[in-house]
């Protein structure tokens, strides 16, 4: 029975292996066409979307700032409330599209 058992792992096992080795090299199936679609995306460059809030966290962090309120958008820029170290209240601008530091108010 233990055999009968052992046996019919090692079979399928066996299997398998030899189907995902055979499928891991097939090509993808290109629907489209790579001469009928243009794969240029410098003209979005200008048009990205606004980094996540931990990314700005981050940043923060990383000029000794604990950070809190959430960031909100303020003339073409996000605004946080954050402590310094020595536990004084400021207000810091950061660049939403870089999500790096710009200035304290």
Known sequence: MFNTK???AAASLAVLTAVGLGSASAA????????HYNNN???YDR???YVNR???RRALRAQRLSVISEPFFMRGRFVV????RFGRLVLVQV???SGRF????
């Open 6 to 8: 052992t046996l019919l």
């Open 28 to 35: 993808p199936w290109d629907h489209r066409g790579d001469r």
């Open 41 to 43: 995306h410098a003209r």
């Open 47 to 49: 048009h990205h979307g």
């Open 54 to 56: 931990m990314h700005v």
């Open 81 to 84: 409330r954050a402590h310094d």
């Open 95 to 97: 660049d939403p599209y």
């Open 102 to 105: 710009i200035r304290r108010l």
